[in-house]
């Protein structure tokens, strides 16, 4: 899920101090996560339960499937999703119930059966009944826990700390070498070393030789990567070999997802296709990545938050506060209903 900032390179963690150290990691590849369902639906619970909802279908409205009624909500993903109540998180199931009870500083979205929460300063991994797998001993975790087989971490401090890879036992298989590393696809895993971005392979070899201002994870074969710097660079997409496929041209770039990607010229978004060809042209202020075949839209820094099909039609009306991924695995999004301090977090069915 991507935050609505304009940095660039989401999968989906929530927000919370220790969390701003891993938001550099995914700065671009970032995904989606702000919206809201409407406040009459939202129900009082406590900390440690939830109140689910009766689905409720109104033309364009969304189904409300949990009603809004956390402090944070997170993506779902292996049919838990990480929401708080108070201080801390834990997990709820796609009825609304609490599976895990709230007890984490830090949560991520469940990937290959494991989970990277923090408690304090140290971050390890839980399985789906909330039991450590792998201790807490690291400095930070990657916003996805793991990714064929293996996970970034973060051993020593935010500055002079480096980042390598362990596998599901938790021994480090690639040391501790780079300065930010991101989740493998199709055996790549984006790095960064002196201020510079590539692609290293499972063994932690440059696969993909360091040279980009900031590069994102693969997805549908390709990569964003930008060139030049922040300020006036330009980015593109590239594929397994480095070469681009789509010459620099978007002020942003984000990752491709049902075969489109959304990008900016300028303070607008739209969607290409993989020919680097506008399908859907810029017109939004804030655009996810699609998923299940929808992606959720924006206009107006105060505006409400919708959802377009592939062909940019509105199937969900401008509605929501803040409006996440549908998960491709248990087809809900987080939505928030009210504002970033007292507004409460939901889910909605296509």
Known sequence: MRRDLRIGPRTATLRMPALLAALLLVACDRQAQ???????SAAAVTSESAAPTDSKTTAQTGRIVIAAQFDEGGIFSEGLAAVRNGPR????????????PSQFDFATPFSEGLAAVGIGSKYGYIDAQGKFVITLQFAAANLVAFSEGLAAVRVGEFLTGKWGFIDKQGKLVIEPQFDSAGSFAGGLAVAAIDGKWGYIDKQGKFAIAPQ???????SDGLASVRVGDFLDGKNGYIDRSGKFVIEPQFDSAFPFRDGLADVGIGDQYGFIDKQGNFVIDPQFDFADSFSNGLAAVRNGDAGKYGFIDKQGKVVIAAQFDFADLFSVSDGLAAI???????????????
């Open 34 to 40: 702000t919206a809201a369902a409407d406040a009459s």
């Open 89 to 100: 998180f834990g997990y709820i199931d796609t009825s609304g119930k609490i599976a895990i």
């Open 212 to 218: 980009f201002t900031s590069a994102g994870t693969f």
């Open 336 to 350: 928030r209903v009210g504002d970033e301090q007292t507004g409460k977090y939901g889910y909605i069915g296509r």
